[in-house]
């Protein structure tokens, strides 16, 4: 019997000319020879694409705007008697803080919407803290704020006029209401929108009702309560703006009213260039305060 006959496979080479073209391969590298792993270290790609750091990149768009501003100027689409050139809005700023004028003004409006801010948070945070934890306090508060905050509370000037007169009440008033509802929103969807793994899992190791809102509901809801303090903060310098229109004498709103009345369109630009920094300090401050409360929390950054 002869035995079955045994095909012996021929090497790679003779395989690679055997089956197709030849390929080239490439060449073992020295570490693998010598059986060391070769690593290559992975960078991720939003490091390898970005050259220019990010303080430099973020006012690159604030800056376009001016410059389109002061080209619209320079080209005659913007007339100077309609629209002052940001140059002369910077010399009228220059103008106004060396008089005196526009830090005193600063000043006491910032007194106006630090009260409203106050007032308002305490009052948004208490009332979303009742209505979140108690099923009672839902019932009670809940449906009556979510109809007032349709309401514009601009249009309630008039009224605050007939109750608090025209001093310092209605302004800080009206303040404190444009805050009152965003926190409160916020503040309620974050108490209840809170794992309900975390807090079964807390009742399981004992917790009482004060542990359990202490150690897990409140830092559970403090993500979306930081939120809302940013958008109240915003909400805060719009509804100043109408409040300082009311018989104001001092203020901000003070120095846009006479500007109004000698169609002094730099100096109500100056005024509203400083509402828009005003709030962008605030914001920076609530940012640095996330960053700290919230340390423990990864967040996406952009890509």
Not at 10 to 32: F, I, K
Not at 43 to 59: F, I, K, M
Not at 224 to 250: D, K
Request: contains cysteine.
């Amino acid at each position: 019997m002869t035995s079955p006959a045994v095909v012996q496979a021929p090497p790679a080479e003779q395989r690679a000319v055997v089956d197709g073209p030849p390929v080239a391969r490439p060449a073992a590298l020295p570490e693998a020879r010598s059986g060391v792993a070769h690593l290559v270290p992975v960078v991720p790609s939003s490091t390898r694409r970005r050259t220019v750091p990010r303080w430099v990149r973020r006012p690159i768009g604030p800056l376009l705007l001016l410059l389109l501003w002061q080209v619209a100027v320079w080209t005659g689409t913007a007339g100077t008697d309609l629209l002052a050139s940001p140059a002369t809005v910077v010399r009228t700023l220059g103008h106004l803080t060396a008089d005196g004028e526009l830090g005193g003004a600063i000043a006491v409006s910032l007194e106006r919407v630090g009260k409203g801010i106050l007032i308002g948070g305490i009052a948004g945070i208490s009332l979303a803290l009742l209505a979140g934890l108690f099923r009672t306090g839902e019932d009670l508060i809940d449906a009556s704020v979510q109809m007032l905050r349709t309401v514009p509370f601009v249009g309630l000037i008039p009224l605050f006029i007939i109750w608090f007169g025209i001093g310092e009440t209605p302004k800080v008033a009206l303040v404190a209401l444009g805050v009152a509802f965003p926190l409160y929103l916020n503040t309620y969807a974050g108490v209840r929108n809170v794992d309900a793994g975390l807090v079964e899992a807390a009742r399981t190791l004992g917790l009482s009702r004060f542990g359990l809102i202490r150690h897990v509901i409140l830092p559970g809801a403090l993500p979306n309560v930081l939120v809302g303090v940013r958008y109240s903060l915003g909400i805060a310098w719009l509804a100043l703006v109408f409040a300082e229109q009311i018989n104001a004498n001092r203020g901000i709103g003070q120095l846009m009213m006479d500007a109004q009345e000698f169609q002094r369109t730099d100096v109500i630009l100056a005024c509203l260039v400083v509402y828009a920094f005003l709030g962008l300090a605030v914001d920076a401050i609530v940012r640095l305060l996330e960053r700290g409360l919230l340390s423990w929390r990864p967040a996406f950054s952009g890509s």
